[in-house]
């Protein structure tokens, strides 16, 4: 009963999210996934870990699928989501933990940034 709950406060928190923190839920999700792909590659279970780094692989096209292509900036987001997309599809390959950890970095930098520019948003609207 408690996880049926839970599940509908996540469902109900995606369906009256904006933009904006959809892009951060993503972002987190793409934290968390990465985070049980580690351990699993730490604690031998390739199987756990493939799992792990298909679903930020699905969030990296997600992410890319977003993007708008008029603003000049989202050309420059596609580029780093496909290089994230490349080595995450290369760490998953190879099972090498250290790049993981660099996609994991980059995905940290993404979150962080976009959390700052949410807040100035709020300040400035």
Same mark, same amino acid.
């Not at 369906?15 to 892009?23: C, F, I, Q």
């Not at 190879?94 to 950890?101: A, E, F, M, R, S």
């Given at each position: 009963? $408690? @996880?049926?709950?839970?599940?509908?406060?996540?469902?109900?928190?995606?369906?009256?999210?904006?933009?904006?923190?959809?892009? $951060?839920?993503?972002? %987190?999700?793409?934290?968390?996934?990465?985070?049980?792909?580690?351990? =699993?590659?730490?604690?031998?279970?390739?199987?756990?870990?493939?799992?792990?780094? $298909?679903?930020? @692989?699905?969030?990296?096209?997600?992410?890319?699928?977003?993007?708008?292509?008029?603003?000049? /900036?989202?050309?420059?987001?596609?580029?780093?989501?496909?290089?994230?997309? @490349?080595?995450?599809?290369?760490? %998953?390959?190879?099972?090498?933990? %250290?790049?993981?950890?660099?996609?994991?970095?980059?995905? /940290?930098?993404?979150?962080?940034?976009?959390?700052? =520019?949410?807040? $100035?948003?709020?300040?400035?609207?």
């Amino acid at each position: 009963m $408690l @996880q049926n709950a839970a599940q509908t406060y996540q469902s109900n928190q995606v369906t009256t999210a904006t933009p904006a923190d959809l892009t $951060l839920m993503l972002y %987190n999700g793409a934290l968390k996934f990465i985070k049980q792909a580690k351990v =699993a590659l730490e604690e031998k279970d390739v199987i756990k870990s493939h799992e792990a780094s $298909l679903k930020v @692989q699905n969030i990296l096209y997600e992410l890319i699928s977003t993007l708008k292509s008029d603003y000049e /900036i989202s050309k420059e987001f596609a580029k780093l989501y496909e290089y994230m997309l @490349q080595r995450t599809i290369e760490a %998953n390959m190879h099972k090498d933990l %250290n790049i993981l950890l660099e996609v994991e970095d980059l995905f /940290i930098q993404f979150r962080d940034t976009w959390k700052e =520019a949410m807040l $100035l948003a709020k300040k400035q609207g």
